[in-house]
């Protein structure tokens, strides 16, 4: 980490702030904290010292232009995320799958992709890309926020085959319950934000290929490699579960 130029995409708040934090108290020289709208910015962004960049994921010119400013980066982290809180088949919104991939596959494809020479101009360096239990479990009640986590999944195996020879590591982070504005709606426990960029960190620096950073996530994947079928129809359970208590 020391000497490290990290850009972190969706670092307004969450999963995102916390990277910057941990990166900054770990010994990253400087970070590049990326969000939506730079006249939204969080005090307690403003407060790390960070420098704020105007980073719509989904933006191909605001992509292009934060490469360009950020010529000096060795990390990508990618963790912007979207989930609707829609359903994927009985949706309410027809786009809301279309915008959960735009925002969770083809985001980081699109910040992979620009970031890529950028890293390996600077002598080769990592990209982490934060996904979720959704992306090994198909995640009934998260609509199209899970088929688009899967494929960012298989984004970092695929980006890590392509990069690895250009100095390149890429860490895939499966990421359980947090407490997090995307999660306020959720009961039982939640993990610290902070909790989850130091398992991610540590992840990139052991360059592990993907890295479970909780209990949630070494919970889902047992369950996944013991009895697929009985997990996936208890969460598809939760969704009914949930479908019943809105319609009461």
């Known amino acids: 980490m020391a000497g490290a130029t990290i850009v972190v995409t969706g670092a307004n708040r969450g999963i995102g702030l916390a990277f910057v934090?941990?990166?900054?108290?770990?010994?990253?020289?400087?970070?590049?904290?990326?969000?939506?709208d730079t006249t939204t910015v969080t005090?307690?962004?403003?407060?790390?010292?960070a420098?704020?960049?105007?980073?719509?994921v989904t933006d191909?010119?605001?992509?292009?232009?934060?490469?360009?400013?950020?010529?000096?980066?060795?990390?990508?982290?990618?963790?912007?995320?979207?989930?609707?809180?829609?359903?994927?088949?009985?949706?309410?919104?027809?786009?809301?799958?279309?915008?959960?991939?735009?925002?969770?596959?083809?985001?980081?494809?699109?910040?992979?992709?620009?970031?890529?020479?950028?890293?390996?101009?600077n002598g080769g360096g990592s990209i982490v890309n934060v996904l979720s239990v959704a992306a090994i479990a198909?995640?009934?009640?998260?609509?199209?926020?899970?088929?688009?986590?899967?494929?960012?999944?298989?984004?970092?195996?695929?980006?890590?085959?392509?990069?690895?020879?250009?100095?390149?590591?890429?860490?895939?982070?499966?990421?359980?319950s947090v407490d997090t504005q995307m999660a306020a709606h959720v009961d039982g426990h939640k993990e610290d934000p902070r909790d989850i960029a130091v398992a991610g960190l540590k992840a990139m620096q052991r360059g592990d290929w993907t890295a479970d950073t909780d209990t949630m996530a070494f919970q889902s994947r047992a369950r996944m490699a013991l009895d697929p079928v009985r997990y996936e129809r208890g969460l598809g359970k939760l969704l009914f579960a949930d479908a019943l208590s809105t319609k009461a």
């Open 138 to 176: 198909p995640t009934a009640f998260m609509g199209g926020y899970s088929p688009a986590k899967a494929a960012a999944l298989y984004l970092g195996g695929i980006a890590r085959a392509e990069l690895e020879p250009d100095g390149i590591t890429v860490t895939s982070l499966i990421v359980g």
């Open 43 to 49: 005090d307690e962004l403003r407060a790390t010292g």
């Open 60 to 121: 191909a010119a605001d992509v292009a232009a934060a490469a360009r400013t950020c010529s000096d980066a060795t990390v990508l982290i990618n963790n912007a995320g979207l989930h609707a809180q829609d359903r994927l088949v009985k949706c309410s919104d027809d786009e809301a799958a279309r915008r959960e991939m735009e925002v969770n596959y083809f985001g980081p494809l699109a910040t992979t992709r620009a970031f890529a020479p950028v890293i390996a101009a």
């Open 51 to 56: 420098e704020i960049v105007q980073l719509e």
């Open 21 to 36: 934090t941990e990166a900054l108290a770990r010994g990253a020289a400087k970070v590049y904290a990326g969000v939506r």
